[in-house]
């Protein structure tokens, strides 16, 4: 224990280290997928719908292959009996409906940009130009594209089996008892847009077969899980498959999946014996790459008079897209635990209806149904600080966890193992000036002002770290939730270190380092961190989820364990010493008592290279492997305020000021965890002002390139303020996630932060994303009576009272019973 | 084809290309200057810049018979024996996370830096708008250009 302490009390760990992959990224000796090239490499290029949904009448390549350069063309006929359907590995209920999702189309299309066809030619320009060649005939069908009439009878149908896939219900406590002669109840219908991840490097595969033994590399978060999965999609041994993710341009989920692309590049590579490659455009991406959001949320509260929280109803519909792939139902799953947030109350009941419509599946976008349900939560704690004429961190401080209350079970059910609400909010609210910003607000206001200030709140927190293999599988989760590692030692005293997460911009080779360096007692500059290669790390179950920390770093802990546990036999040998006698301190053992009686772990490392007096009957070697299964997920939480400027004459809306104060617990490399909230935050702030998945009424992508699609560049932000709190969690580093917590957060401290600014006219929501347009209308349907004087919305309110009713059996509102939000 | 003589990076070449490629396919395909990556198909995005005759361009909005005559530097050229100012400012500021980016956003913030030595930060992000990162939400991109502003570029 005392060696473990002042292990975790070690120098690195903490210290902001610059990080160790920059060395080829800022000189361009990268290793985008995109960069390789093979002897013979062919490349693909897709053909695809463009009918959102339609039978496909006939198809003909034959005049492709007569191009020049031109060596194969495919319909999606000519693999129908060995593509396989892609797979869905979270069947969220036992009557879920998952339908066939064929690679490449073969007799019907359910979404513009659904491949049909693949021309392999010598140059990609080649390949382009065969694409133009096929011929192929297609009968429409009636698109489906709004799944708040999805489910009505007369609604066509995507498959035969109907449009709903899903209905997923969890009631926690008497949530009757909780509505029942509530003093306060409110309902809102909240949208979550549909999004588009945009990593900056598209996606990219290069396959190859090379006697009967395949490669294949990938832009992908999840080399060990495509690698299972294209062994059970095509019948290739898993043995014989080898997937390699090399240096990987930004996930954020997008680039978990198994997708057509990456099936279809390893069965023709088969299939012609020579290497392909494919590179999506962006332009491909947008429409193909699986996006993210899309759900119509109806929130119902109930509340006493003093702002106590007595219960929470929540009721989604959610757009599962044409298909489902490899996460989809489960991403409004993952919410359904989190609409309770940081916050007691006595009953609540989740319900999500997966819904198909004729649109690019969605799937795992940065914080995967967290984002979703923090918003509503934050969102409606706004709405019912108004209703009770409370400041709104007044009412958030009434109902959350105090911190001696950890752990604390949620009505939702998690544990939550450690927090501190109290200590992130007063240090947020100090960096943020909050009680001058009211003062300046109301002075503004009473003085007409036409730009109005806003103050936006959120006092988040999420689930992690997925997560304990026993809980995920509870959940129906295809996977488990376990970390690998291994630990090399070299006769040379330095150090590999195997890990299973899958770095795609996170900085592991620096982190884990740190991590190594300080359990092992080595110099962070003699460890090396390899990743991302099933033939070097055969074992692992990749990074999204803000898992890599919480579970691949304690892999890590775990394997060093061992590595010091087999060393210490050896070392006991090595000074003639009884092994109970000895002493760890991070680097070195020591006879106890006797100090300078030692022996180093590199001593070590060659005296096992050597084996020449090692003791008799051990194993020569003191390298280790550790697989680490985490007792609970992760939670980290913190308080966000934003501030923003909005012109009511314009519509406009600038973010002011910005100021995040995250508990992640302990830091490894505060460097690396700022520029996640950064990154995080910015993301969120893009779904609240600028990003939206636009399909037209014939289901065409209208949000095809980054000029349509609004990415923000450093013009659209601010700079962000940043602090940190900190509870340890309880594990061994006392480290919490934060890849996805900077996105969870802002979003709602964003749109809280606008409503907040034109309450005084009426107004309680601005559907996302809030542009200038959006933000003038509401402004204009306020002044023309549209959403009410404040009065009229308080009367409405109360009349809106008696109506809640429990929505049990019914399909939920669609926004027709809500007297707010006139701006859709 | 058309043949063009163009010098990448210092190094003289002579090729015959077809008239529509793209100056960045040229680069990647033909000289395999790969550090110079593509994230768009629409001149949006800003990953694929280099410096041709000293000004920043995108190499997907060049075809490569325009550069015929011409002298580029990539990313790959940039460091003079050590890492110029900007990646090393990338670097100590934490500018980058995927990294994909990376090469056109310190291209561009070289050029920028050529006619603005001391940009303010609004200059910077203005500078910068047209070249897109998903990671870093510009923070720390911004203060590396600061930095490396501070330190004196000369490009």
């Given at each position: 224990?005392?060696?473990?302490?002042?292990?975790?009390?070690?120098?690195?760990?903490?210290?902001?280290?610059?990080r160790?992959?920059?060395?080829?990224?800022?000189?361009?000796?990268?290793?985008?997928?995109?960069?390789?090239?093979?002897?013979?490499?062919?490349?693909?290029?897709?053909?695809?719908?463009?009918?959102?949904?339609?039978?496909?009448?006939?198809?003909?390549?034959?005049a492709?292959?007569?191009?020049?350069?031109?060596?194969?063309?495919?319909?999606?006929a000519?693999?129908?009996?060995?593509?396989?359907?892609?797979?869905?590995?979270?069947?969220?209920?036992?009557?879920?409906?998952?339908?066939?999702?064929?690679?490449?189309?073969?007799?019907?299309?359910?979404?513009?940009?659904?491949?049909?066809?693949?021309?392999?030619?010598r140059?990609?320009?080649e390949?382009?130009?065969?694409?133009?060649?096929?011929?192929?005939?297609?009968?429409?069908?009636?698109?489906?594209?709004?799944m708040?009439?999805?489910?009505?009878?007369?609604?066509p149908?995507?498959?035969?089996?109907?449009?709903?896939?899903?209905?997923?219900?969890?009631?926690?406590?008497?949530?009757?008892?909780?509505?029942?002669?509530?003093?306060?109840?409110?309902?809102?219908?909240?949208?979550?847009?549909?999004?588009?991840?945009?990593?900056?490097?598209?996606?990219?595969?290069?396959?190859?077969?090379?006697?009967?033994?395949?490669?294949?590399?990938?832009?992908?978060?999840v080399?060990?899980?495509?690698?299972?999965?294209?062994?059970?999609?095509?019948?290739?041994p898993?043995?014989?498959?080898?997937?390699?993710?090399?240096?990987?341009?930004?996930?954020?989920?997008?680039?978990?999946?198994?997708?057509?692309?990456?099936?279809?590049?390893?069965?023709?590579?088969?299939?012609?014996?020579?290497?392909?490659?494919?590179?999506?455009?962006?332009?491909?991406?947008?429409?193909?790459?699986?996006?993210?959001?899309?759900?119509?949320?109806?929130?119902r509260?109930?509340?006493?008079?003093?702002?106590?929280?007595?219960?929470?109803?929540?009721?989604?519909l959610?757009?599962?897209?044409?298909?489902?792939?490899?996460?989809t139902?489960?991403?409004?799953?993952?919410?359904?635990?989190?609409?309770?947030?940081?916050y007691?109350?006595?009953?609540?009941?989740?319900?999500?209806?997966?819904v198909?419509?004729?649109?690019?599946?969605?799937d795992?976008?940065?914080?995967?149904?967290?984002?979703?349900?923090t918003?509503?939560?934050?969102?409606?704690?706004?709405?019912?600080?108004?209703?009770?004429?409370?400041?709104?961190?007044?009412?958030r401080?009434?109902?959350?966890?105090?911190?001696?209350?950890?752990?604390?079970?949620?009505?939702?059910?998690?544990t939550y193992?450690?927090?501190?609400?109290?200590?992130?909010?007063?240090?947020?609210?100090?960096?943020?000036?909050?009680?001058?910003?009211?003062k300046?607000?109301?002075?503004?206001?009473?003085?007409?002002?036409p730009?109005?200030?806003?103050?936006?709140?959120?006092?988040?927190?999420?689930?992690?770290?997925?997560?304990?293999?026993?809980?995920?599988?509870?959940?129906?989760?295809?996977?488990?939730?376990?970390?690998?590692?291994?630990?090399?030692?070299?006769?040379?005293?330095?150090?590999?270190?195997?890990?299973?997460?899958?770095?795609?911009?996170?900085?592991?080779?620096?982190a884990?380092?740190?991590?190594?360096?300080?359990?092992l007692?080595?110099?962070?500059?003699?460890?090396?961190?390899l990743?991302?290669?099933?033939?070097?790390?055969?074992?692992?179950?990749?990074?999204?989820?803000?898992?890599?920390?919480?579970?691949?770093?304690?892999?890590?802990?775990?394997?060093?364990?061992k590595?010091?546990?087999?060393?210490?036999?050896?070392a006991?040998?090595?000074?003639?010493?009884?092994?109970d006698?000895?002493?760890?301190?991070?680097?070195?053992?020591?006879?106890?008592?006797?100090?300078?009686?030692?022996?180093?772990?590199?001593?070590?490392?060659?005296?096992?290279?050597?084996?020449?007096?090692?003791?008799?009957?051990?194993?020569?070697?003191?390298?280790?492997?550790?697989?680490?299964?985490?007792?609970?997920?992760?939670?980290?939480?913190?308080?966000?305020?934003c501030?923003?400027?909005?012109?009511?004459?314009t519509?406009?809306?600038?973010?002011?000021?910005?100021?995040?104060?995250?508990?992640?617990?302990?830091?490894?490399?505060?460097?690396?965890?700022?520029?996640q909230?950064?990154?995080?935050?910015?993301?969120?702030?893009?779904?609240?002002?600028?990003?939206?998945?636009?399909?037209?009424?014939?289901?065409?992508?209208?949000?095809?390139?980054?000029?349509?699609?609004?990415?923000?560049s450093?013009?659209?932000?601010?700079?962000?303020?940043?602090?940190?709190?900190?509870?340890?969690?309880?594990?061994?580093?006392?480290?919490?996630?934060?890849?996805?917590?900077g996105?969870?957060?802002s979003?709602?401290?964003?749109?809280?932060?606008?409503?907040?600014?034109?309450r005084?006219?009426?107004?309680?929501?601005?559907?996302?994303?809030?542009?200038?347009?959006?933000?003038?209308?509401?402004?204009?349907?306020?002044?023309?009576?549209?959403q009410?004087?404040?009065?009229?919305?308080?009367?409405?309110?109360?009349s809106?009272?008696?109506?809640?009713?429990?929505?049990?059996?019914?399909?939920p509102?669609?926004?027709?019973?809500?007297?707010?939000?006139?701006?859709? | 084809?058309?043949?063009?003589?163009?010098?990448?990076?210092?190094?003289?070449?002579?090729?015959?290309?077809?008239?529509?490629?793209?100056l960045?396919?040229?680069?990647?395909?033909?000289v395999?200057?790969?550090?110079?990556?593509?994230?768009?198909?629409?001149?949006?995005?800003?990953?694929?810049?280099?410096?041709?005759d000293?000004?920043?361009?995108?190499?997907c909005?060049?075809?490569?018979?325009q550069a015929?005559?011409?002298?580029?530097?990539?990313?790959?050229?940039?460091?003079?024996?050590?890492?110029?100012?900007?990646?090393?400012?990338?670097?100590?500021?934490?500018?980058?996370?995927c990294?994909?980016?990376?090469?056109g956003?310190i291209?561009?913030?070289?050029?920028?830096?050529?006619?603005?030595?001391?940009?303010?930060?609004?200059e910077?992000?203005?500078?910068?708008?047209?070249?897109?990162?998903?990671?870093?939400g510009?923070q720390?991109?911004?203060?590396?250009?600061?930095?490396a502003?501070?330190?004196?570029?000369?490009?």
């Open positions: 224990m005392t060696a473990q302490a002042e292990a975790q009390q070690a120098p690195e760990l903490g210290k902001a280290r610059t160790k992959e920059d060395a080829r990224l800022v000189t361009g000796q990268t290793n985008w997928t995109d960069n390789i090239v093979l002897p013979g490499m062919l490349h693909m290029a897709f053909l695809r719908s463009p009918y959102a949904h339609a039978r496909i009448t006939s198809v003909d390549v034959s492709a292959k007569q191009l020049p350069g031109v060596i194969a063309a495919f319909s999606g000519d693999f129908a009996d060995e593509q396989g359907s892609l797979p869905c590995a979270w069947p969220v209920t036992e009557d879920i409906v998952i339908p066939a999702h064929p690679p490449m189309a073969v007799d019907e299309v359910r979404y513009v940009g659904e491949a049909v066809a693949v021309v392999i030619a140059t990609r320009y390949a382009a130009d065969a694409v133009e060649a096929i011929e192929i005939d297609y009968e429409p069908l009636p698109p489906v594209l709004d708040r009439t999805a489910l009505n009878e007369d609604s149908k995507v498959h035969e089996a109907g449009n709903q896939s899903f209905d997923f219900v969890m009631p926690n406590g008497d949530l009757d008892a909780a509505f029942r002669d509530a003093p306060v109840v409110i309902e809102r219908t909240y949208r979550q847009q549909r999004l588009i991840p945009s990593a900056m490097e598209p996606r990219a595969v290069v396959a190859t077969a090379v006697g009967g033994e395949y490669t294949v590399w990938s832009a992908t978060q080399p060990h899980i495509l690698r299972v999965m294209l062994a059970l999609q095509t019948g290739i898993e043995q014989a498959i080898r997937v390699i993710a090399p240096d990987v341009g930004g996930g954020f989920g997008s680039k978990l999946q198994v997708t057509a692309e990456e099936v279809l590049a390893l069965l023709i590579t088969r299939r012609l014996g020579r290497p392909v490659k494919w590179t999506e455009s962006r332009s491909e991406g947008n429409m193909t790459v699986h996006h993210g959001r899309d759900q119509w949320q109806r929130i509260i109930a509340a006493d008079r003093d702002g106590r929280i007595r219960g929470l109803d929540v009721d989604l959610a757009d599962m897209g044409a298909y489902l792939m490899l996460v139902p489960g991403v409004p799953i993952l919410g359904a635990f989190m609409y309770p947030a940081i007691k109350m006595d009953a609540y009941k989740f319900r999500c209806v997966g198909f419509t004729t649109k690019m599946p969605t795992a976008y940065r914080g995967a149904g967290r984002p979703e349900a918003f509503a939560i934050e969102r409606i704690m706004d709405e019912l600080a108004d209703e009770l004429g409370m400041d709104p961190l007044e009412l401080e009434r109902n959350w966890i105090k911190h001696e209350e950890f752990p604390f079970t949620t009505v939702a059910g998690l193992d450690s927090g501190n609400y109290e200590a992130a909010t007063a240090r947020a609210k100090e960096l943020f000036r909050y009680d001058e910003l009211r300046e607000q109301a002075e503004r206001a009473s003085r007409g002002d730009v109005r200030l806003g103050l936006g709140i959120s006092t988040f927190t999420e689930m992690c770290g997925l997560a304990p293999s026993r809980v995920v599988g509870s959940l129906a989760y295809g996977a488990g939730g376990w970390e690998h590692a291994s630990i090399r030692m070299l006769p040379t005293g330095k150090v590999e270190v195997i890990t299973g997460s899958s770095a795609h911009g996170q900085g592991h080779e620096t884990w380092s740190q991590i190594v360096a300080d359990q007692g080595v110099p962070f500059e003699d460890i090396r961190v990743h991302g290669d099933t033939q070097i790390s055969p074992r692992g179950l990749d990074t999204y989820g803000s898992r890599s920390l919480t579970v691949g770093g304690m892999a890590l802990v775990a394997a060093c364990d590595v010091i546990e087999k060393a210490k036999v050896i006991a040998g090595l000074i003639e010493a009884s092994a006698d000895l002493e760890w301190s991070p680097g070195r053992f020591s006879v106890r008592g006797d100090p300078d009686k030692g022996v180093t772990i590199g001593e070590i490392a060659l005296a096992v290279f050597f084996a020449h007096n090692t003791p008799e009957g051990v194993e020569p070697s003191i390298d280790a492997e550790a697989t680490y299964d985490p007792d609970n997920f992760s939670f980290p939480h913190g308080t966000h305020l501030a923003t400027e909005v012109d009511t004459e519509g406009m809306v600038k973010i002011r000021s910005y100021v995040a104060v995250d508990d992640v617990g302990k830091v490894v490399n505060p460097l690396i965890v700022e520029g909230v950064h990154g995080g935050v910015a993301q969120g702030i893009a779904q609240a002002l600028f990003e939206e998945a636009v399909y037209d009424d014939a289901g065409n992508l209208l949000t095809t390139t980054l000029a349509d699609y609004l990415v923000p450093a013009a659209d932000l601010p700079s962000f303020t940043t602090d940190r709190s900190e509870s340890p969690a309880a594990n061994r580093l006392g480290v919490k996630g934060v890849g996805e917590a996105t969870i957060a979003t709602p401290a964003v749109v809280n932060a606008i409503v907040d600014a034109l005084p006219f009426g107004i309680d929501d601005v559907e996302m994303p809030c542009t200038p347009e959006r933000v003038w209308r509401a402004l204009q349907s306020a002044q023309n009576g549209g009410g004087s404040a009065a009229e919305r308080h009367e409405a309110r109360q809106n009272q008696t109506q809640g009713n429990s929505p049990q059996g019914a399909a509102a669609t926004g027709e019973a809500q007297q707010s939000g006139g701006v859709a | 084809m058309t043949q063009i003589n163009v010098t990448v990076d210092g190094v003289k070449y002579v090729d015959n290309v077809e008239p529509r490629m793209l960045v396919h040229y680069l990647r395909e033909v395999g200057k790969t550090g110079t990556p593509i994230g768009c198909d629409t001149s949006n995005c800003g990953a694929c810049t280099v410096l041709m000293g000004v920043s361009v995108k190499s909005s060049v075809l490569a018979v015929d005559g011409s002298d580029i530097t990539t990313i790959e050229g940039l460091a003079n024996g050590e890492w110029h100012p900007l990646q090393r400012a990338f670097n100590e500021e934490h500018a980058l996370q990294g994909y980016c990376t090469p956003m291209i561009a913030a070289a050029d920028l830096l050529r006619d603005n030595p001391h940009p303010s930060e609004q910077i992000r203005d500078g910068l708008e047209g070249n897109l990162c998903r990671c870093t510009y720390n991109i911004v203060r590396a250009v600061q930095r502003s501070e330190a004196g570029v000369t490009p």
